[in-house]
């Protein structure tokens, strides 16, 4: 398989056209047209539906275009790697950071950084605000949760939620946070965020989503003022796992409502474009990365989730164009959360970035039936004619039942149309996914390997009881 062909053929779905696609790559239209046919004879299957007026996609070219952007951009990678060792990593990086994280984590991670690479300077640039790119001359930041815009390139470092902490000596003298009608009479820190006053807290249980507005008697444009704050004693603070983890190793904040998850709080390293992503961005993310990974560590077994009595309203129902944006929201954050293990970082955020996930609801909204809890949709299931084309639940809800629970739904429908099997397939390092299938009747029949995507394929199956 050559290289070419496959840079080709991103091209040419990029520009919908064999023969502007051929132009970009300064080659003729002949041999952009054997190029393609070369491609597909080698997948022995067709990637384009061609007519005299377009040319689009077929399923197989769309599922093979995701992992062709993410093969190249990793073969791209590699070679920057590549060559960043063997040429001097040199020059200055600038790195925009929060405050908390820029101050009290990463400056020592920093340190070792540009001891490891002595050519290397850093312009620092530490603040709350989102910078913007080009007019504050950065070339790359980290940021709090994921970027709207599609247009950036964004590297996940770490999962985060925020967390409600008071200092010892408040909860002795205020007493602690029990409930989330408590937390309105209590003095609650403020920060700003990009010059908006974060007052409302968001936490979920079940399920359900709840939104506190909460008041202070005051604000800060330094988010690491309030922890400092809350540290002295001064009122409740709800930020980020990561700015809080030597505190609360240390003891110096305890966290409270544990029965509640806080908002997310991910962590990303965010460059403008895909030429920003340079070898020097490359080596800061893997640093990052392994940097963070170890310091959340320290806080496993400190924020325990109690498992609360009280059994939640589900509901299954057909979807329709209004839950769509709802379905795709949720689709890349399962996506986001869920795949990295098998389909590596550079994998999910091509198929997330690239418009995969949205593409998948998109072409299965009318099989789509969805699993509300509470009146939220928390998980949906793609199945038509015996076969199961997807079933996500939202990943903080799939230790509860709630996916066995619609997994038995869905059967019991296609079992009511007349159904005698149900099949499935999935990628075989989905390990989470193929477990939770066996251990509800399905059975493996067999494996191949997928060409399109470079991984191998398992097949499932299950006979469906009779009633």
């Known amino acids: 398989m050559q290289l070419n062909d496959l840079t080709l053929f991103v091209r040419v779905a990029d520009c919908g056209s064999l023969t502007g696609a051929a132009v970009e790559l300064d080659i003729s239209s002949a041999v952009a047209s054997a190029g393609l046919k070369r491609l597909e004879k080698e997948l022995g299957t067709t990637l384009f539906i061609r007519s005299t007026r377009s040319l689009r996609l077929t399923d197989a070219g769309e599922r093979y275009l995701i992992h062709c952007r993410s093969a190249l951009a990793d073969l791209d990678m590699g070679q920057r790697a590549i060559t960043s060792s063997l040429t001097q990593i040199s020059g200055t990086v600038s790195l925009a950071v929060p405050s908390d994280v820029g101050r009290n984590i990463i400056l020592p991670w920093l340190d070792d950084f540009l001891s490891e690479y002595p050519e290397l300077k850093l312009r620092l640039h530490i603040g709350d605000n989102l910078s913007d790119f080009y007019r504050d001359k950065i070339d790359v930041a980290l940021r709090s949760g994921k970027p709207k815009d599609s247009s950036l390139v964004a590297f996940k470092i770490c999962d985060s939620t925020r967390v409600l902490c008071a200092s010892p000596e408040y909860i002795e003298r205020m007493g602690a946070v029990n409930t989330l009608e408590q937390l309105q009479q209590h003095n609650c820190l403020f920060f700003m965020l990009d010059e908006r006053t974060h007052d409302q807290w968001f936490f979920s249980k079940e399920g359900q989503q709840y939104k506190v507005r909460v008041t202070s008697n005051r604000t800060c444009n330094d988010a690491d003022v309030a922890r400092r704050w809350a540290v002295a004693g001064q009122g409740v603070v709800f930020k980020s796992c990561l700015d809080l983890t030597d505190d609360l190793e240390a003891g110096r904040l305890v966290p409270m409502l544990t029965d ?30 392994m940097r963070s990974k170890a310091w959340l560590a320290r806080t496993n077994g400190k924020l325990i989730t109690d498992i609360p009595d009280r059994q939640p309203m589900k509901k299954i129902r057909q979807a329709n164009t209004a839950d769509l944006e709802t379905l795709k929201m949720l689709a890349r954050e399962t996506i986001d959360k869920c795949y990295r293990s098998f389909l590596g970082d550079e994998g999910v955020d091509w198929f997330i970035n690239g418009g995969g996930s949205d593409k998948e609801v998109i072409d299965h909204l009318e099989n789509i039936m969805l699993l509300e809890v509470d009146g939220k949709i928390q998980g949906f299931c793609a199945a038509e004619e015996g076969f199961i084309h997807l079933l996500m639940i939202h990943p903080q809800l799939q230790q509860t039942g709630l996916g066995e629970y619609l997994l038995t739904q869905v059967e019991a429908m296609q079992r009511d149309e007349g159904y005698e099997h149900q099949r499935l397939e999935i990628f075989k390092g989905n390990e989470h996914a193929i477990n939770f299938y066996v251990k509800h009747g399905w059975s493996i029949i067999g494996e191949d390997q997928d060409a399109s995507f470079g991984l191998v394929r398992v097949f499932m199956r299950k006979i469906l009881d009779r009633l």
Request: overall charge negative.
């Open 260 to 289: 509640y998850v806080g908002e997310e709080a991910d962590l990303y390293l965010v460059c403008p474009g895909r030429e920003h992503v340079t070898p020097v961005v490359l080596l800061l993310r893997d640093m990052l990365r």
